[in-house]
């Protein structure tokens, strides 16, 4: 009866050993996977930050150009004024120059 206990105490022993590394080769299996899975959310995050800064980027560009248009736009307005305004004071600083002139030109 006694090696009949010991052949059962054996055989459980197998046992658990065999079922010790069917749970270590799960384990190492889901750490496999979870990095796997892991990895691949990284990617895909870089991706979308990648593709979401490019897309601010862009809208800041555009944002950009559009800022940089009204500013040349309302330049090119003012200096247009301001060269309006110094033709028609040209024409009567000449006029002013004229008289000054011809002035002098009678006191001579």
């Given at each position: ?6 052949k ?57 150009q ?20 110094a ?20 006191n001579?």
């Open positions: 009866m006694s090696i009949e206990i010991i059962v105490i054996k055989e459980a022993e197998e046992k658990a050993e065999l079922i010790k590394k069917e749970a270590t080769q799960q384990s190492k299996q889901i750490i496999a996977d979870a990095n796997a899975a892991a990895n691949r959310i990284l990617d895909e995050a870089r991706e979308f930050a990648e593709s979401k800064s490019t897309e601010i980027l862009k809208a800041a560009e555009s944002e950009g559009i800022l940089y248009d009204g500013i040349i736009n309302d330049a090119s307005k003012e200096c247009e004024n301001i060269l309006s305004n033709e028609g004071k040209m024409d009567n600083a000449a006029s002013i120059i004229l008289e000054r002139i011809v002035k002098v030109g009678v001579s």
